[in-house]
């Protein structure tokens, strides 16, 4: 098992370092002149030449990109254009909100959307289950920040129940996070209710009834852990949505986060921020699909049993 | 085989003969899509909105409902003159929305061709060739994976400002890496198929064999997706406009509608229910057409 | 295991004038469709038909396994060592799959759950009927496994481990793990190679011997049954158009239908260079013909075929046939 996270581990190396240049060369070939940011008001010539020569703007750019890649490494994502703090210390601060946003959203999603999944998928004909399919067409479809104001004006406005905005303590973070996971919770339901139905009528399926065994660990023994892995698949792909919509989220409910922050940056022409939350995210998004595929290779005996050097 | 899967083969067996007795493939296709209510709501849904898009012009006037400053009548609820009520600055919400599904749909469809022409290309070329060239398109294109669409998108916007053009480019750009590997998949599975070998034995050169059997046979598929993406692509618009990365006030897009509006919404929440109802309905019409589509061109994915 | 062999009953099996059909998208299936079975305390019956005839359908409901909602037993009474299967609940159902009735299926590629070890699948059935703990199911389990032909160490690995065979024989020790008193085999060796399929029946008889099983043998190959059956029954359509022993269906065969088999089988003694297929295909399940079902295939069908239903013509006490060819009055003329 531990060659297999090894192996992966070094597998994303590369495709962070990829993923750094294309947003990198994104960034550098934004028109305009970022001294002009830097300066605001100071804007003269000579200023914009000491800055530039400061950060080694003007060299060519492949001098720029190992130049930044080399003080990535070393945790340095160089300094804002606006707040002259380092990038770093931004994200540290804003990145935490983030997670927990992303967290909730997930629990969400996973604590919701399995059970009410794996149970419509063993009685599909049942009035639950068909209620199950209804919400899940509708909720796939929801945009996270209707919904997100439809939930403020519910809970917050109307009821006077939750917080509507801000990341102070647990009950800020229930809207937040039923905003960003519903989508993704349709999505978990839907599909694990059709890769239950699906399961369910394999021929192992029907082996094991023809044992005696009864329904309850049919569905417990042989059923569910078939029926998880197009479930686990999709939740590894929802992660990087997750992440996308973190930015809506954190926009609708006011959240001081990475995807705050992310705006601000875009808005302010910020380039080593924007930079910064990007890398950051793609990192998240890369570790998360790690998660996942080790989880997926707990339950699949193919995958485990290939890393943790038994037979076959 | 089993009895389940005879009664299975049994009903395609018997659409066999339908499809080349009796009926075309596109008549089979039509009759399993009309089978299902839900798509055929969803189609219906979704060619009134169409329909609304391109006849905004006759249902209210752009300039003097949708654009005008109206003071007098700001926030204005739901009545009998203004079906939605007004906005913040007296203009009609109905208007807005009836012109905003012309740049959603613009929008929308053109960021989707485009992603649909270069992934296309990307698909075809590593679908098809397989091997090193494989590798490296798909490789590349994981690259762009491992970024939430969303955030690319935001990236191309950042760097190269948010205009109409730069937004549909983004977004077409962002939704590339997902179309060259639905494009890939489908010209894989038809590649090895028996009439592509015999084109190939007869000697067809290998960009006629594309474009001749190999696309014309994974079009269904990709028409699935490119129904599916649209109401994706809808939705990353309005998801940019609303914060505020998108199509700019005063012209009428509903992301931009609810973003201006929630200012205003804890004591008039009728401004943030119009146009984020229109968001979702057009996508969930586009969702429920693709599910239907899908469904009636593989009818063994129904359950 | 001999305690539990004492049966008073003649017939470990009965299956009276079963019917069952499917609902699907284009309409009524009609799987079986009246037929009768029975089989006798140690004997073994082949089941012989094309595909779709409802050889696997009939099988399922002997476990009561029909698929729902879709599949549903219309009529019929299936009695297993005197009681109705078909009126069982749930729980004595539980009880009699896997200890008194036990299935082979067909494709063990499929068969086997792929994310549990053979052994555990094994001992499954074991744990359930025996009561017993799991070491103790394990260890029986690996018994079984011996017993098939594979080394019991190998419990501990899961199915796509096993090449095609191996799983087959994972599937016979699933099946055979209770001992049950009657072994339901769903064209074992269809899905595997040649030269194991000879390996997998023989291994199946030997096992049905010993165990003094009743088996009954469902298959469209004519040669397993000679090798395997001590009775045979030909279902066309979901109806049995011919019965009877060995030397009845091989050597004296009546109905058109299974002549009609035997001339599709290539044959080595005479070396005849041409096979005779019969002409036009199995009828559309949806759409059964009227009267004999085989009539539109038949080269002596008669006006008479057309319309009526040809009931049980006995030509003997062993042998049977539905056949208008054949009258009742044959049975007074032998």
């Given at each position: 098992?531990?060659?297999?996270?090894?192996?992966?581990l070094l597998?994303?190396?590369?495709i962070i370092f990829?993923?750094?240049f294309?947003v990198?060369?994104?960034?550098y070939?934004?028109?305009g002149?970022p001294?002009a940011v830097?300066?605001g008001?100071?804007?003269?010539?000579e200023?914009?030449?000491?800055i530039?020569?400061?950060?080694?703007?003007?060299k060519?750019?492949?001098?720029?990109?190992?130049?930044?890649?080399?003080?990535l490494?070393?945790g340095?994502?160089?300094?804002s254009y606006?707040?002259r703090a380092?990038?770093?210390e931004?994200?540290?601060g804003r990145f935490?909100?983030?997670f927990?946003?992303?967290?909730?959203?997930m629990?969400?999603c996973?604590a919701?959307g399995?059970?009410i999944?794996?149970?419509s998928?063993t009685?599909?004909?049942?009035l639950l289950?068909?209620?199950t399919m209804?919400?899940?067409?509708?909720g796939?479809?929801?945009?996270?920040f209707w919904?997100g104001?439809?939930?403020?004006l519910l809970f917050?406005?109307?009821l006077?129940?939750?917080?509507s905005?801000?990341?102070?303590?647990?009950s800020?973070?229930?809207?937040p996070?039923?905003?960003?996971?519903?989508n993704?919770?349709?999505?978990i339901?839907?599909?694990?209710?059709s890769?239950?139905?699906?399961?369910i009528r394999?021929?192992?399926?029907?082996?094991?009834?023809?044992k005696g065994?009864?329904q309850?660990n049919i569905v417990r023994k042989?059923?569910?852990?078939?029926?998880?892995?197009p479930t686990?698949?999709?939740?590894?792909?929802?992660?990087?949505?997750?992440l996308?919509?973190?930015v809506?989220?954190e926009?609708?409910f006011s959240?001081p986060g990475?995807?705050?922050?992310l705006?601000?940056s875009i808005?302010?022409r910020?380039t080593?921020?924007?930079?910064?939350?990007?890398?950051?995210?793609a990192?998240?998004?890369?570790?998360s699909?790690?998660i996942?595929?080790?989880?997926y290779?707990?339950?699949?005996?193919?995958?485990?049993s290939?890393y943790?050097?038994?037979?076959g | 085989m089993?009895?389940?899967?005879?009664?299975?083969?049994?009903?395609?067996k018997?659409?066999?003969?339908?499809?080349y007795?009796?009926k075309?493939r596109l008549q089979e296709?039509?009759?399993?899509?009309?089978k299902?209510?839900?798509a055929?709501?969803?189609?219906?849904?979704?060619?009134?909105?169409?329909?609304t898009?391109?006849?905004?012009?006759?249902i209210?006037d752009y300039?003097?409902d949708a654009i005008k400053m109206?003071?007098?009548?700001?926030?204005t609820?739901?009545?009998?003159?203004?079906i939605?009520?007004?906005?913040?600055?007296?203009?009609?919400i109905?208007?807005r929305?009836v012109h905003?599904a012309?740049?959603?749909?613009l929008?929308?469809l053109?960021?989707?061709?485009?992603a649909?022409f270069?992934g296309?290309i990307?698909?075809?070329?590593?679908g098809?060739?397989?091997?090193?060239?494989?590798?490296?398109?798909m490789?590349?294109?994981d690259?762009?994976?491992?970024?939430?669409?969303?955030?690319?998108?935001?990236?191309?916007?950042?760097?190269?400002g948010?205009s109409?053009?730069n937004?549909?480019?983004?977004?077409?750009?962002?939704?590339t890496p997902?179309?060259s590997?639905?494009v890939r998949?489908?010209?894989?599975?038809?590649?090895d198929i028996?009439?592509?070998?015999?084109a190939?034995?007869?000697?067809?050169?290998?960009?006629?064999?594309?474009?001749?059997?190999?696309?014309i046979n994974?079009?269904?598929?990709?028409?699935?997706?490119?129904?599916?993406?649209?109401a994706?692509?809808?939705?990353?618009?309005?998801?940019?406009?609303f914060i505020?990365?998108g199509?700019?006030?005063?012209?009428?897009e509903?992301?931009?509608?609810?973003?201006s509006?929630?200012?205003?919404?804890?004591?008039?929440?009728?401004i943030?229910?119009?146009?984020?109802?229109?968001?979702?309905?057009?996508i969930?019409?586009?969702?429920l057409l693709g599910?239907?589509l899908r469904?009636?061109?593989?009818?063994?994915?129904?359950q | 295991?001999?305690?539990?062999?004492?049966?008073?009953?003649?017939?470990?099996?009965?299956i009276k004038n079963?019917e069952?059909e499917y609902?699907s998208?284009?309409?009524?299936?009609?799987?079986?469709?009246?037929?009768?079975?029975f089989?006798?305390?140690?004997k073994?019956?082949?089941?012989?038909?094309?595909t779709?005839?409802g050889k696997?359908?009939t099988?399922?409901s002997?476990?009561?396994?029909?698929?729902e909602?879709?599949g549903k037993i219309?009529?019929?009474?299936i009695?297993?060592?005197?009681?109705n299967?078909?009126?069982?609940?749930?729980?004595?159902?539980e009880?009699?799959?896997g200890?008194?009735?036990a299935m082979?299926?067909?494709d063990?590629?499929?068969?086997?759950n792929?994310?549990?070890?053979?052994?555990?699948?094994?001992?499954?059935g074991?744990?359930?009927?025996?009561?017993?703990s799991?070491?103790e199911?394990?260890?029986q389990?690996k018994?079984m496994?011996?017993?098939?032909?594979i080394?019991?160490?190998?419990a501990g690995?899961y199915p796509?481990?096993?090449?095609g065979?191996?799983?087959?024989?994972?599937?016979?020790?699933?099946?055979?793990a209770?001992?049950?008193?009657?072994?339901?085999?769903?064209e074992?060796?269809t899905?595997l190679?040649?030269t194991?399929q000879?390996?997998?029946?023989?291994?199946i008889?030997?096992l049905?011997?010993?165990?003094?099983?009743?088996?009954?043998m469902?298959t469209?190959?004519?040669?397993?049954?000679?090798?395997?059956?001590?009775?045979?029954?030909v279902?066309?359509?979901?109806?049995?158009?011919e019965?009877g022993?060995?030397?009845?269906i091989f050597?004296?065969?009546?109905?058109?239908?299974t002549?009609?088999?035997?001339?599709a089988l290539?044959?080595?003694?005479t070396?005849?260079s041409?096979?005779?297929?019969?002409?036009?295909?199995?009828p559309?399940p949806?759409?059964?013909?009227s009267?004999?079902?085989?009539?539109?295939?038949?080269?002596y069908a008669?006006e008479?075929c057309?319309?009526?239903m040809?009931?049980?013509?006995w030509?003997?006490?062993?042998?049977c046939?539905?056949?208008?060819?054949?009258?009742?009055?044959d049975k007074?003329m032998l």
């Amino acid at each position: 098992m531990i060659k297999y996270v090894v192996k992966r581990l070094l597998e994303m190396i590369p495709i962070i370092f990829a993923l750094t240049f294309v947003v990198f060369t994104i960034m550098y070939f934004t028109p305009g002149d970022p001294t002009a940011v830097i300066l605001g008001n100071e804007y003269t010539e000579e200023a914009s030449m000491r800055i530039k020569q400061e950060l080694g703007l003007d060299k060519p750019f492949f001098v720029q990109f190992v130049r930044y890649v080399g003080n990535l490494i070393r945790g340095d994502f160089g300094m804002s254009y606006i707040t002259r703090a380092p990038v770093s210390e931004q994200l540290i601060g804003r990145f935490p909100n983030t997670f927990k946003v992303v967290a909730g959203a997930m629990l969400f999603c996973v604590a919701l959307g399995v059970p009410i999944g794996v149970f419509s998928g063993t009685k599909p004909y049942s009035l639950l289950s068909n209620i199950t399919m209804v919400i899940g067409l509708l909720g796939v479809s929801l945009p996270i920040f209707w919904l997100g104001l439809l939930l403020i004006l519910l809970f917050s406005v109307k009821l006077g129940w939750l917080p509507s905005s801000g990341i102070e303590g647990f009950s800020s973070l229930i809207l937040p996070s039923i905003a960003l996971g519903a989508n993704y919770m349709a999505n978990i339901m839907r599909t694990t209710r059709s890769s239950m139905l699906e399961v369910i009528r394999q021929d192992y399926i029907r082996t094991a009834k023809a044992k005696g065994v009864s329904q309850r660990n049919i569905v417990r023994k042989h059923a569910l852990r078939n029926a998880m892995m197009p479930t686990i698949t999709v939740i590894g792909m929802n992660i990087g949505a997750l992440l996308g919509g973190v930015v809506l989220t954190e926009t609708v409910f006011s959240i001081p986060g990475t995807g705050r922050l992310l705006v601000e940056s875009i808005n302010n022409r910020d380039t080593p921020s924007v930079l910064g939350c990007l890398v950051i995210m793609a990192v998240c998004v890369a570790v998360s699909n790690l998660i996942v595929d080790l989880i997926y290779a707990y339950i699949d005996p193919q995958i485990k049993s290939q890393y943790s050097g038994g037979r076959g | 085989m089993t009895e389940t899967n005879a009664v299975r083969k049994y009903s395609t067996k018997k659409e066999f003969f339908k499809e080349y007795k009796k009926k075309s493939r596109l008549q089979e296709i039509w009759r399993m899509f009309l089978k299902n209510k839900l798509a055929v709501i969803g189609l219906v849904i979704f060619v009134i909105i169409v329909l609304t898009a391109i006849m905004a012009p006759l249902i209210s006037d752009y300039e003097n409902d949708a654009i005008k400053m109206n003071v007098s009548e700001r926030l204005t609820p739901p009545n009998s003159q203004h079906i939605f009520g007004t906005d913040e600055i007296g203009r009609d919400i109905f208007a807005r929305i009836v012109h905003g599904a012309r740049i959603s749909l613009l929008v929308g469809l053109s960021s989707v061709i485009i992603a649909l022409f270069i992934g296309g290309i990307f698909g075809a070329v590593a679908g098809f060739f397989g091997g090193k060239v494989d590798g490296i398109i798909m490789r590349s294109m994981d690259v762009f994976l491992c970024l939430p669409d969303v955030l690319l998108a935001l990236a191309i916007v950042a760097a190269f400002g948010t205009s109409l053009v730069n937004m549909t480019i983004a977004i077409g750009l962002s939704f590339t890496p997902k179309f060259s590997r639905v494009v890939r998949s489908a010209v894989m599975t038809v590649r090895d198929i028996e009439y592509v070998e015999a084109a190939r034995a007869i000697g067809a050169t290998n960009s006629r064999i594309i474009l001749q059997h190999v696309l014309i046979n994974c079009i269904g598929p990709i028409i699935v997706q490119v129904t599916l993406y649209v109401a994706n692509a809808i939705l990353t618009i309005s998801a940019l406009s609303f914060i505020g990365l998108g199509i700019k006030a005063p012209t009428p897009e509903w992301g931009n509608m609810l973003a201006s509006g929630r200012a205003f919404m804890r004591d008039n929440a009728y401004i943030v229910m119009a146009p984020g109802f229109a968001i979702f309905i057009t996508i969930l019409s586009l969702n429920l057409l693709g599910d239907g589509l899908r469904d009636a061109l593989d009818p063994r994915l129904k359950q | 295991m001999d305690a539990k062999k004492v049966n008073t009953q003649e017939n470990t099996l009965e299956i009276k004038n079963l019917e069952i059909e499917y609902f699907s998208d284009d309409g009524i299936v009609k799987a079986v469709n009246g037929i009768d079975i029975f089989i006798k305390t140690g004997k073994t019956i082949g089941l012989v038909g094309e595909t779709g005839a409802g050889k696997t359908t009939t099988a399922l409901s002997i476990l009561n396994l029909v698929p729902e909602p879709q599949g549903k037993i219309v009529s019929g009474e299936i009695l297993l060592e005197g009681k109705n299967v078909l009126t069982m609940n749930e729980d004595e159902l539980e009880d009699i799959r896997g200890d008194k009735v036990a299935m082979i299926f067909q494709d063990p590629m499929t068969s086997l759950n792929p994310v549990l070890t053979i052994g555990d699948q094994i001992a499954e059935g074991l744990e359930i009927h025996r009561k017993i703990s799991k070491k103790e199911s394990i260890k029986q389990a690996k018994e079984m496994l011996e017993l098939v032909g594979i080394p019991g160490d190998r419990a501990g690995e899961y199915p796509y481990q096993f090449s095609g065979g191996m799983k087959q024989r994972v599937v016979i020790a699933i099946a055979l793990a209770c001992s049950p008193d009657l072994l339901i085999a769903d064209e074992p060796t269809t899905a595997l190679d040649v030269t194991i399929q000879a390996q997998v029946l023989m291994l199946i008889n030997e096992l049905k011997d010993k165990y003094r099983m009743s088996m009954l043998m469902i298959t469209h190959d004519l040669g397993i049954v000679a090798e395997v059956c001590d009775e045979v029954s030909v279902i066309y359509a979901g109806n049995i158009l011919e019965h009877g022993n060995l030397k009845d269906i091989f050597d004296n065969m009546l109905h058109p239908y299974t002549k009609g088999l035997f001339d599709a089988l290539p044959d080595i003694e005479t070396r005849r260079s041409e096979l005779k297929p019969i002409k036009g295909l199995t009828p559309d399940p949806t759409n059964l013909p009227s009267g004999c079902p085989f009539h539109p295939r038949c080269d002596y069908a008669m006006e008479v075929c057309f319309s009526v239903m040809p009931g049980n013509k006995w030509i003997s006490s062993t042998h049977c046939v539905q056949c208008h060819l054949y009258k009742d009055t044959d049975k007074n003329m032998l």
